[in-house]
């Protein structure tokens, strides 16, 4: 860690962190309930997917050039306005009951979010070195997952008094508004010796791994509270604390990754962490009696903590403090395509198959993919 840079600002940098967890998680809850507010507006359930997906569609096509204009334009200064505009567009279905409002203002929400999430992934290269980067990254990912927990859960009982008040716990970023001001430390570019790993035509290959992560991890928020509220008869309030505890295990995972890297390369955690989100779905695809999502959803989301950890880990030792911004920008891009097209990609599969019996296809599908990748491998060592 630089010992130049001050705890609250080490602080700072992880409540931003976790705000771009809360980009979706904090309303999935409350779509079955949005849903049943907008009967008479037809395709209402795909607008209400919408809702959860279309800042991920803002977020993919807007991310590189936002990586552009934040290099341009300076990281704490983007934070700043992009926090005030956070609060507002965010919360914007305590008020608003016009359907097509709703769907613009979380497109601006949207860019909000890939501005906070490139700035933080940046800061973190300039912060860190190495090997205490990759333990920062495992806290950071702990943190953010723990807030998304408290969110997800706090959404959900909120959801069940109405759906709009879901929406009210993206005020907080006015909260943070006084710690980005006065902690955030912008590293001048001329002041570091830029001797980190320079880019590399493998930072593609990774892009395309952080597509299809995003791709297959996003169906557990946008699917589970469909299966358990519309299939299983479950509150809103059942639905958040199942994803909470995924989210929890999420921060297990992330800090797990440090351990495993340690012995491991990228690719080979890549591996485990899938066989391990696999193993997640097979077990939601299995389950019968409602409790037992407790134990089968957490292990998709310890996996994903450390897939995840992974791969920002991997993005970051591609790259230097010169172009650190803008690679970030299209590594937000890719996660956020990947979530924006997982509904869109899956709908016809989820509808055929039905929400269950999709999640056991997937994680067959998957462990099947881990046992040839780690095939290939062995035979190129």
């Given at each position: 860690?630089?010992?130049?840079?001050?705890?609250?600002?080490?602080?700072?940098?992880?409540?931003?962190?976790?705000?771009?967890?809360?980009?979706?998680?904090?309303?999935?809850?409350?779509?079955?309930?949005?849903?049943?507010?907008?009967?008479?507006?037809?395709?209402?359930?795909?607008?209400?997917?919408?809702?959860?997906?279309?800042?991920?569609?803002?977020?993919?096509?807007?991310?590189?050039?936002?990586?552009?204009?934040?290099?341009r334009f300076g990281k704490k200064?983007?934070?700043?306005?992009?926090?005030?505009?956070?609060?507002?567009?965010?919360?914007?279905?305590?008020?608003?009951?016009?359907?097509?409002?709703?769907?613009?203002?979380?497109?601006?929400?949207?860019?909000?979010?890939?501005?906070?999430?490139?700035?933080?992934?940046?800061?973190?290269?300039?912060?860190?070195?190495?090997?205490?980067?990759?333990?920062?990254?495992?806290?950071?990912s702990a943190f953010t997952a723990?807030?998304?927990?408290?969110?997800?859960?706090?959404?959900?009982?909120?959801?069940?008094?109405?759906?709009?008040?879901?929406?009210?716990?993206?005020?907080?970023?006015?909260?943070?508004?006084?710690?980005?001001?006065?902690?955030?430390?912008?590293?001048?570019?001329?002041?570091?010796?830029?001797?980190?790993?320079?880019?590399?035509?493998?930072?593609?290959?990774?892009?395309?791994?952080?597509?299809?992560?995003?791709?297959?991890?996003?169906?557990?928020?946008?699917?589970i509270p469909f299966l358990l509220?519309?299939?299983?008869?479950?509150?809103?309030?059942?639905?958040?604390?199942?994803?909470?505890?995924?989210?929890?295990?999420?921060?297990?995972?992330?800090?797990?990754?440090?351990?495993?890297?340690?012995?491991?390369?990228?690719?080979?955690?890549?591996?485990?962490?899938?066989?391990?989100?696999?193993?997640?779905?097979?077990?939601?695809?299995?389950?019968?009696?409602?409790?037992?999502?407790?134990?089968?959803?957490?292990?998709?989301?310890?996996?994903?903590?450390?897939?995840?950890?992974?791969?920002?880990?991997?993005?970051?030792?591609?790259?230097?403090?010169?172009?650190?911004?803008?690679?970030?920008?299209?590594?937000?891009?890719?996660?956020?395509?990947?979530?924006?097209?997982?509904?869109?990609?899956?709908?016809?599969?989820?509808?055929?198959?039905?929400?269950?019996?999709?999640?056991?296809?997937?994680?067959?599908?998957?462990?099947?993919?881990?046992?040839?990748?780690?095939?290939?491998?062995?035979?190129?060592?």
């Amino acid at each position: 860690m630089n010992s130049d840079i001050k705890k609250l600002t080490i602080f700072t940098l992880l409540l931003i962190s976790m705000t771009t967890m809360m980009s979706n998680v904090a309303i999935v809850t409350a779509l079955p309930h949005l849903k049943e507010h907008f009967t008479d507006i037809k395709n209402i359930e795909f607008y209400s997917r919408l809702m959860l997906t279309l800042p991920s569609f803002v977020i993919a096509i807007l991310a590189p050039i936002l990586g552009h204009i934040i290099f341009r334009f300076g990281k704490k200064r983007s934070a700043i306005i992009a926090l005030i505009v956070f609060a507002i567009s965010g919360s914007t279905g305590l008020y608003l009951d016009s359907l097509e409002l709703l769907l613009a203002s979380r497109a601006v929400f949207g860019v909000c979010v890939a501005t906070l999430m490139i700035v933080s992934t940046s800061l973190v290269g300039d912060y860190f070195k190495e090997q205490s980067r990759h333990k920062f990254m495992g806290y950071q990912s702990a943190f953010t997952a723990v807030g998304g927990v408290v969110f997800v859960i706090g959404g959900g009982f909120l959801s069940d008094i109405s759906w709009r008040y879901s929406f009210g716990i993206y005020l907080i970023g006015f909260l943070l508004l006084p710690l980005a001001i006065t902690q955030l430390k912008e590293v001048k570019i001329n002041t570091i010796k830029d001797d980190e790993v320079q880019v590399s035509s493998k930072m593609y290959f990774i892009y395309f791994l952080s597509f299809c992560y995003m791709l297959i991890f996003f169906i557990l928020p946008t699917q589970i509270p469909f299966l358990l509220i519309e299939e299983f008869g479950a509150s809103g309030k059942f639905a958040g604390s199942v994803i909470g505890t995924a989210f929890l295990a999420n921060a297990f995972g992330a800090i797990t990754f440090s351990k495993l890297k340690a012995r491991y390369s990228y690719s080979t955690i890549f591996l485990i962490a899938t066989f391990i989100i696999a193993m997640g779905f097979t077990g939601v695809g299995l389950v019968q009696e409602l409790h037992l999502f407790y134990f089968t959803a957490p292990l998709l989301g310890f996996g994903g903590g450390i897939m995840l950890t992974n791969l920002t880990a991997w993005m970051l030792s591609r790259t230097t403090l010169k172009k650190r911004v803008k690679t970030s920008g299209y590594f937000t891009s890719a996660l956020f395509f990947g979530q924006f097209s997982s509904p869109l990609i899956f709908h016809s599969a989820v509808s055929n198959l039905g929400v269950q019996d999709f999640f056991f296809v997937v994680g067959i599908s998957l462990i099947t993919i881990v046992f040839i990748s780690s095939y290939i491998m062995k035979l190129q060592r």
